[in-house]
């Protein structure tokens, strides 16, 4: 006889979060959120869901966060764990209470376990103190969120926004909904523009899903700034045997719980995007899946999607960015060189401004050679791909262009060193391709051909496409064909 024994509890993250003086709108906030609500003085709620899932720690801070913004004079504060047993959330509460206790007035104060789950996307001050009994834990300040998905490059490296002041306030303006193209010549600062705009929107809406995608066509990248946000969103690099499903889940948790799911969404924007899913990409993207998800989260706190170097867009790029025109909450703001933004759009137009001088013949020698395989790669790149392309490390390397102002890191990288680099400007990629011989960019070609090759098989046939990619274009460069 078999005797089916029932499944153990799963583990699973809890984040509980505590607030004083916030009135009536901490409840109905807190509910808002997906968090459950506990019984007690003062507002104590419980969000939970898998452990290890991303989303629950980042659920409850924007929460808090947004709970400080409504209300001025609240104290907040969060603790996490993880258990088995839903009795963890009683201690777990008590902590939430002495953080909060021990917050000043429009100050959100969390656990050391809190500030772990979510380094990236917020900046936090530790607090020289210890509070709660008989389990102190030390309290971490939220200051700020940092990054959207995909934003390179820190506030200082960029620089101040000035002479900006009336095209800012007429994007800040449009965030609720509305569809409007950043037009100007290279470096009329059309990116930095945009940054601004996500930078005061994350300060002022943290419930707003914010998000940042480049159009590429060297090499040319499936619905490039869609798939873009989304493995953002995802923590994905593209190159993991299990990207697939953290798309899957990114996909589900913009959506209300199970519909991304029971409609196929989820997977069909997985298909548009390549990821090595059941079926095959489709020749044009499911624009009723896009629409659903987005859809879904712009009605529950809005989304602010911007899309840069529209005049590179594939044209599955161009029939989703028309496919989303009406969706209600959806902002939608593109950069484009003069008269190439989407159809249909209000536009700004910048005028020019001089680029800056970059000198590429003071380089030494290896920081040439690592940044032009790195320009072989694409604007963005891995660290990891250009040191699997030169058979050597490059972090001298890359902290010299950094110095320069040739490239910039990605904020929230998904691989701590192994992260993820952008070259600040087109023409700087441009102009570092420019100092390569053909035979070395055939050189740097065969070798992309054939990391993105080996990766066909985790990756699926979005890196596929990479590997013909760079294979045509070695054979273009000498006229014979690459070896992989």
């Known amino acids: 006889m078999i005797v089916l024994m029932p499944a153990p509890n799963p583990w699973k993250t809890f984040v509980v979060v505590h607030a004083e003086d916030c009135g009536d709108a901490g409840p109905r906030l807190l509910a808002e959120s997906g968090a ?7 507002v104590t709620a419980v969000f939970e869901g898998l452990q290890y899932d991303p989303e629950v720690p980042l659920r409850a801070v924007r929460a808090l966060l947004k709970l400080a913004l409504t209300v001025p004079g609240t104290r907040a504060g969060a603790h996490a764990g993880d258990s088995r047993d839903p009795a963890i959330v009683a201690g777990l509460a008590a902590s939430a209470r002495a953080l909060a206790g021990a917050a000043e007035p429009g100050v959100v104060l969390v656990s050391k376990a809190v500030e772990r789950a ?52 007429r994007l800040m303006a ?16 059309r990116s930095r523009l945009l940054r ?44 993991d045997r299990w990207d697939w499903k953290r798309v899957l889940d990114a996909v589900e948790r913009l959506a209300p719980p199970g519909e991304a799911v029971a409609g196929g969404h989820a997977l069909a924007i997985a298909r548009d995007l390549g990821e090595r899913v059941e079926g095959s990409p489709s020749a044009a993207p499911t624009i009723p899946a896009w629409r659903a998800v987005l859809g879904a989260a712009a009605a529950r706190g809005g989304v602010l999607l911007c899309i840069e170097d529209f005049e590179r867009a594939d044209a599955g790029t161009r029939a989703l960015v028309d496919g989303l025109a009406d969706l209600p909450g959806l902002c939608l ?22 680029l800056p001088a970059v000198d590429l013949a003071s380089l030494d020698a290896e920081t040439r050679e690592t940044l032009v395989a790195a320009a072989v790669l694409g604007r963005t790149f891995w660290k990891f791909a250009v040191e699997r ?9 890359f902290e010299e262009a950094r110095r320069r102002g040739l490239i910039l ?61 760079h294979r045509e274009r070695g054979k273009e460069t000498t006229g014979e064909d690459v070896d992989s």
Do not use: N
């Not at 392309?389 to 390397?397: F, S, T, Y």
């Not at 993820?420 to 051909?449: C, N, T, W, Y």
């Open 389 to 397: 392309l030169l058979v050597r490390e490059v972090d001298e390397a």
């Open 36 to 42: 459950c609500l506990l019984p007690g003085a003062g």
């Open 409 to 469: 890191f990605r904020q929230d990288s998904l691989m701590g060193a192994e992260g993820q680099a952008m070259f600040r400007h087109l023409q700087i990629r441009q102009a570092v391709e420019d100092l390569a011989s053909p035979a070395e960019k055939a050189r740097f070609h065969a070798g992309a051909a054939h990391f993105y090759g080996q990766r066909v098989k985790f990756g699926g046939p979005a890196i596929g496409e990479r590997e013909r990619w």
């Open 196 to 239: 601004e705009v996500r930078d005061r929107a994350r300060a002022g809406r943290p419930d707003m899903w914010i998000a940042v995608g480049r159009c590429e066509s060297r090499p040319p990248a499936r619905l490039g700034p869609f798939g873009e946000v989304i493995r953002a969103e995802a923590m994905a690099s593209g190159f």
């Open 333 to 354: 703001l593109v950069t484009a060189l003069p008269g190439a933004g989407p159809a249909g759009c209000e536009r700004i137009t910048l005028p020019p401004r001089p």
């Open 174 to 189: 449009a965030v609720g909904g509305a569809r409007i193209a950043v037009e100007g010549p290279a470096g009329s600062g």
């Open 118 to 169: 979510v380094p990236r996307r917020f900046r936090f001050h530790e607090l020289p103190i210890e509070v709660g009994h008989p389990d102190p834990v030390v309290p971490y300040e939220v200051v700020e969120a940092v990054g959207a998905p995909g934003e390179f490059g820190s506030r200082e490296e960029l620089g101040e926004l000035t002479g900006r002041d009336a095209e800012l306030a």
